[in-house]
């Protein structure tokens, strides 16, 4: 499932890409827009004030060469003549040898020069004080202009004025002109002494009346007499402005755009990228890497898709295949050997299985082949076909294995209505081809204690638990190095009046699930103990061993209780091993660790189980308050492979290092026993030497199990620490 919404949110990220690029193209817009009116507000402005500035120079030049041309003409022109007995007069042209006076003069400059450089300048002499009718201050400029110089003179009411000039950009004559005026001042005696005089006179006095100015005004040095305005156009500068300005932003705008074209393209292709990307993942997500067949999410995608298509009479086979002796072969022969194993396999059912029918790889040994549209016989063939394929040697490196599987089915619609239902009936299947060893198994309700059938089984189980007809059966444990049976370990057994014999491995979950455990424990170290102390009393000096499942080492009563019992039956606490798996231990382990420490300290003997299943490390097998090592059964099978043996050699030296007892599990045959011994190993259990048997008929056999051990002992270390010595 994680899968299937890591390939989601891979979408999703996807979609947010599309997203994001449209946000991307938008804020380049706004950047773009923003970009251009920065550009043309800051090109303009200084483009403006450039202008203004150069046309302000024109204007002063304009005017201080005026100025000039008329000190020249007074100092050189009027004051010769004026020596010479001649000199300046207003009515200059009605009188031989008088020349204009000098503001006439600068009149005539300005007319002259206004025309000779049009599109240049044009400038005038103007004052509020006109002496002539057409040198008066006629528009809002001038008048304006007059009163910021008047200002100026008012605001320095002695001294010499620092004239400033003043300047606006007007429409002059429908074209933008830069307007300056400068003031005029009386710049020496002889101008203020004679307009003094002209002040005087009767058509000056004359035309102030008129005006509605002051009469008899007297100059003095440096007053506001006059001021010189002169027109500077821009339109031109400007135009050739606001085409540069317009270039400009033509060239900001081919960069920018090109800006935002890259962008998008290194955008679009990231997500073309990212696309193939997501393609990639989605295919490794849904692929084994080992075999290349679909996993478990791929497998789930191509079901899903057949049966959208399939009809409503249509008949699927869901086949969930598990290897005998994968695990086996993967701890013994390493797990390159176990991978190439996998290949193997899938190589062969590649041969078997034809589309649109589909197979893939759970994970470990685990395969699942789903057959679309077939009839019973057919899935009977296809599993018999698997069954045999299977069962042929399977060579790898120097190694011919054996590998054949356990094949349960769940048929389609008949037991399961999806593939994970499917998946969950083939499992229970399996199981049971497994345990029956039949090659494969077709689901069956009453197998199935996880469906809801199976309350009746629970009801069954409490039944039996309450009425004597659970047993228990006694495997004894043999010492090699005494020769003698030590003890027994104690196994729950329950014949189920229509199932049939009913497996421990599959009660003690139930009754952990069903809250049973801590009664059924009380049972079966209650009815061990009783066997036990029988024999105590016959004079067999044996040890019992119980099994404690996971949630026993997790409660509290546990302790008390066992303690309870073994003083009930008043038998000394050193005779009572308790098994526990690593597993059980590693689960909550702070308070196992605790429960077994106080059941050690009270005498009891602790032994971990199925040692080497649990992945548990050796150091940390050396903090457990235990005094044995029950190694686990498959690691006694196929002792011939160095590996195992190995296995067998380093535990026994381990054990021997951290001082414990090691019990040998699984002992099937003859040689096993021989190699184990040779191995190192003194405790042994195992098919070979004795099943489980009830207590009675081991009490039967006692002896001649004693002997059996005795006589392996003496071949082993003839006759030394032996029972009979
Ligand atoms: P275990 O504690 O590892 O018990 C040994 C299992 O191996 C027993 O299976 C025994 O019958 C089987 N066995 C003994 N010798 C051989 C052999 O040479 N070859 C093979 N292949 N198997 C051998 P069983 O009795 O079916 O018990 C299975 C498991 O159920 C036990 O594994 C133990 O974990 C659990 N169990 C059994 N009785 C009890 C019980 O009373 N209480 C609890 N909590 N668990 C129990
Ligand atoms: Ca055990
Ligand atoms: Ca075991």
Not at 217 to 236: C, F, S, T
């Amino acid at each position: 499932m994680s899968k299937f919404s890591g390939t989601a949110s891979f979408q999703k990220m996807l979609a947010f890409g599309v997203g994001e690029r449209r946000g991307l193209i938008l804020a380049c817009l706004i950047l773009l827009f923003v970009l251009l009116v920065a550009t043309w507000l800051i090109t303009n402005t200084s483009q403006q004030r450039l202008i203004e500035f150069k046309s302000q120079e024109i204007a002063n030049v304009v005017a201080t060469q005026a100025r000039t041309a008329r000190s020249v003409y007074t100092t050189s022109v009027v004051a010769k003549l004026k020596k010479e007995g001649f000199g300046a007069r207003i009515d200059s042209a009605d009188h031989i040898g008088s020349v204009p006076i000098p503001a006439q003069f600068l009149k005539q400059l300005a007319a002259n020069s206004s025309v000779e450089h049009e599109d240049a300048f044009q400038f005038r002499p103007l004052s509020k004080w006109n002496l002539s009718p057409d040198q008066g201050l006629k528009d809002d400029f001038q008048v304006w202009a007059w009163e910021q110089l008047e200002q100026q003179q008012s605001n320095t009411p002695e001294g010499i004025v620092d004239w400033e000039p003043v300047w606006r950009i007007e429409n002059v004559g429908g074209q933008n002109a830069l307007r300056y005026m400068v003031a005029d001042p009386a710049a020496n005696a002889s101008c203020v002494n004679c307009h003094n005089s002209l002040e005087q006179t009767p058509e000056i006095q004359a035309m102030r009346r008129d005006a509605g100015t002051e009469l008899n005004k007297m100059w003095q040095l440096n007053d506001l007499m006059g001021a010189l305005e002169v027109i500077v156009p821009v339109h031109e500068s400007s135009a050739l402005a606001a085409a540069q300005t317009r270039s400009g932003l033509f060239l900001v705008l081919a960069v920018a755009i090109t800006g935002i074209l890259l962008v998008l393209g290194i955008s679009a292709f990231d997500g073309a990228r990212a696309l193939a990307v997501t393609k990639d993942l989605e295919v490794k997500a849904r692929t084994d890497s080992l075999t290349g067949l679909p996993n478990r999410a791929g497998l789930k995608a191509k079901v899903d898709a057949l049966l959208r298509t399939s009809t409503s009479a249509s008949q699927h086979a869901v086949m969930l295949l598990d290897l005998n002796d994968f695990k086996r072969i993967n701890d013994t022969l390493g797990h390159h050997i176990g991978d190439e194993v996998l290949r193997e396999v899938a190589v062969r059912l590649q041969a078997l299985i034809a589309p649109p029918s589909v197979f893939g790889r759970l994970g470990g040994d685990e395969f699942v082949v789903f057959l679309n549209n077939v009839n019973n016989q057919q899935v009977i063939n296809t599993a018999r076909a698997i069954n045999q394929a299977l069962d042929a040697n399977i060579e790898v490196d120097q190694y011919r294995l054996k590998s054949n599987a356990s094949i349960g089915i769940s048929m389609m619609p008949g037991d399961s209505q999806n593939l994970s239902e499917a998946l969950r009936c083939a499992d229970v299947a399996m199981y049971c081809a497994k345990r029956a060893k039949t090659g494969y198994k077709f689901y069956h309700l009453d197998n199935d204690h996880n469906n809801l059938n199976s309350l009746s089984i629970i009801t069954d189980f409490k039944a039996a638990l309450d009425n004597d007809g659970l047993s228990m059966v006694y495997q004894p444990k043999f010492d090699f190095e005494r020769g003698v049976v030590s003890g027994a370990e104690a196994l729950l057994r329950w014949e189920h009046p229509e199932r049939g014999m009913i497996s421990p491995d599959r009660i003690i979950p139930m009754a952990e699930q069903s809250d049973q455990i801590m009664a059924l424990t009380r049972w079966t170290v209650d009815t061990s103990l009783r066997q036990l102390k029988q024999w105590h009393d016959a004079g067999r000096d044996l040890k019992m061993a119980v099994n404690l499942s996971a949630q026993m080492l997790n409660a509290d009563e546990t302790v008390v209780m066992l303690l309870e019992l073994l003083e009930a039956h008043d038998i000394q606490s050193h005779h009572l091993i308790i098994e526990v798996t690593e597993t059980a231990v590693m689960h909550d382990s702070k308070k196992a660790i605790e429960l077994l420490e106080r059941l050690r300290s009270a005498g009891v003997g602790i032994s971990l189980d199925d040692f080497g299943t649990g992945y548990s490390s050796l150091s940390y097998v050396n903090n457990l308050p235990i005094n044995e090592l029950k190694l686990d059964r498959s690691f006694s099978y196929n002792l011939s492979r160095r590996k195992n043996k190995a296995i067998v050699k380093a535990v026994i030296d381990l054990a021997a290092n951290v001082g414990v007892e090691l019990v040998l599990e699984g002992v099937e045959d003859a040689g096993s026993l021989a190699l184990l011994l040779d191995s190192g190993g003194t405790q042994m259990q195992g098919y070979y030497l004795c099943k489980p048997i009830a207590g009675d008929l081991l009490t039967e056999q006692l002896d001649d199990l004693n002997a059996v051990a005795l006589d392996w002992a003496e071949r082993k270390y003839g006759g030394r620490n032996l029972r009979a010595a």
